[in-house]
């Protein structure tokens, strides 16, 4: 949620509704803003927590089964959705970034290899007879969780974020002064700091969620879906798919940090904010892509220094030095290295 907050902040400080500082001031304060393992684009697994109170992690048979005793579904949703701020965190950019049912910009082909991979561009999948919810886009996926939510839980989300994209000058100016889209950086420009550099450090190469099988407990139709109390009606399909080599127990795995996925990891900084629309006062971007190489667990239970995962990143010692470099003032010798598929990603996404 750093990214989320970062961004907020640098629009907020220049602001006449915020802090007021001018559009001077990040340029006069900030020499350097450090996007370790940030979300700009947010993260898929936040939609299904949201949905049916449901990740990865909770669909595990061990974690699953305690849950099951301890905290239903129910109040595991009335917790994630309690978190007013993780409403950041929902997927930014919608099927522009995140696909359609044609396909996703991150989508792997297999060719005829078996097991086949599934496209990344349904961000929801019904497979079973029993509802007539069709797949869902990103932007259904989004759609479909305002008919799930209680009214308080949809007023904040209204009241305080926007998911879009912005393709035009005016866009961006008309909506410069409104908070809703200060999180989303598809949605409002870098500040005017040309002498600021965003230095995007992550890691990829780590199974990570990007999309979900879901299935409808007595539900025809999304009018069944309003949920004022009782368990959520939508929950993730943990049949066995065997002949799928990317989903298991209802989850669909893609390229990432082991949270993150690549696309919101490295889009914006190895694209977006390159782009004159969200970056017109040229700050330096440069992305560092680090691939997750951890040690076995009985070696190193954090994965040693050759560990990139969302978390264990902060031991990654090539970051570690980078950092150092960074704040020593040195900054201006770190430049890009990719090692991922990122930029062939960004090319297949039509944002201006």
Known sequence: MGSQVTQYFLKWVESKNGGNGGSSWVNQHIEALVNLAGTPLGVPKTLSSLLSGEQR??????ANYLLDHFMNRNELARVFRSWTGLMS????????VWGDLSGAPDDISSGDAVPEMVSYGA?????DDASQLG?????DALRLLTRVLD?????????DYQYGVFRTQAEMDSHADDHRVWTNPLQHQLPNAPNMTIFCLYGHGATTER????????????????E???????RIDKRQRAHLENVDIGIVHGEGDGTVPLLSLGYMCASGWRKPLCNPHGVRVVTREFVHNPLAAFKDIRGGAGASDHINILGNYDVTADMLRIVAG??????DQFSSDILKYAERINIP
């Open 57 to 62: 992690e909770t669909v595990q048979p061990l």
């Open 89 to 96: 965190l929902l997927p930014k950019g919608g099927n522009a």
């Open 123 to 127: 961000q929801i999948r019904f497979d």
């Open 135 to 139: 797949n869902q886009t990103m932007d």
């Open 151 to 159: 009214k308080d839980a949809l007023r904040l989300l209204q009241r």
């Open 211 to 226: 999309a979900y099988y879901y299935t409808a407990d007595n539900t025809k139709s999304v009018e069944d879906l309003r």
């Open 228 to 234: 004022e109390a009782g368990t959520p009606a939508l």
């Open 330 to 335: 040195r900054g201006h010798t770190v430049e």
